[in-house]
């Protein structure tokens, strides 16, 4: 089975600071890792995959995040961040066994400040 | 292009009545089709899946349940609602392994 951790379930940062924004995974089997970004009251945009390649993985907005296989990590980062920013930020994981499961972490909600 | 519609896109509905939220997706055939439910405060948890038409998995034990009459339609189902279905339920598709999640922009059901 597989799990999917975001230790922080909020982060406040000011306007124009960089920011990262954790995830942790386990898994017994190898993962493709995703970055969702949820605006108030609306569905889930992606923000970043990893499929394979490249650990370090660039997505829209900005954003960037990086795999690390023996720390189990995938932790989103933006070195400049903006007050349109403000969202929750979900990491998730599918295992590559099984085409149909998307296991998501508890999220993060991203605070910017002005 | 693909476009995926869910509605309502909020609903309040009193305990012990029933609940029926569609979802239909356009421009893809043969999609795997998902039901995600998202609590107060907590992160997102897969509810139901779907590879094609009658078939469905379930992946929590609950008071609800999935059908997909349609290959692109999926519907989400309860006989008598109850206080903790309550959360903000998410419709999205996709195509295979590689390829992410598209979410609808959801339901907010508040059973009072």
């Known amino acids: 089975a597989q799990s999917v951790t975001q230790l922080d379930s909020q982060v406040p940062v000011f306007e124009e600071a960089p920011v990262e924004l954790r995830c942790n995974y386990s898994?017994?089997?190898?993962?493709?890792l995703f970055w969702y970004v949820q605006y108030p009251n609306q569905g889930l945009q992606l923000l970043l995959k990893?499929?394979?390649?490249?650990?370090l993985v660039k997505g829209i907005n900005g954003f960037e995040a990086e795999f690390n296989k023996s720390q189990t990590s995938f932790h989103l980062r933006k070195p400049s961040v903006h007050i349109s920013d403000t969202a929750e930020y979900f990491c998730?994981?599918?295992?590559?066994?099984?085409?149909?499961?998307?296991?998501f972490g508890s999220g993060t909600r991203l605070l910017v400040r002005p | 292009s693909q476009t995926i519609h869910q509605w309502p896109a909020t609903l309040v509905q009193p305990v012990g009545s029933p609940l029926s939220l569609e979802c239909t997706v356009e421009?893809?055939?043969?999609?795997?089709l998902y039901w995600y439910r998202q609590a107060a405060g907590r992160g997102l948890q897969l509810l139901f899946y779907?590879?094609?038409?009658?078939?469905i998995s379930s992946e929590v034990p609950q008071n609800l349940s999935a059908s997909r009459p349609q290959d692109r339609q999926f519907i989400l189902s309860s006989k008598k609602l109850l206080l903790s279905d309550s959360g903000f339920y998410l419709c999205?598709?996709?195509?295979?392994?590689?390829?992410?999640?598209?979410f609808g922009n959801g339901t907010r059901l508040t059973v009072t």
């Open positions: 779907s590879v094609g038409i009658g078939q």
């Open positions: 421009g893809t055939s043969n999609p795997n």
């Open positions: 999205a598709w996709g195509d295979d392994l590689n390829s992410p999640l598209h």
């Open positions: 898994s017994s089997v190898s993962v493709y």
């Open positions: 990893y499929l394979s390649g490249s650990t």
């Open positions: 998730a994981v599918s295992p590559q066994d099984s085409s149909y499961k998307l296991i």
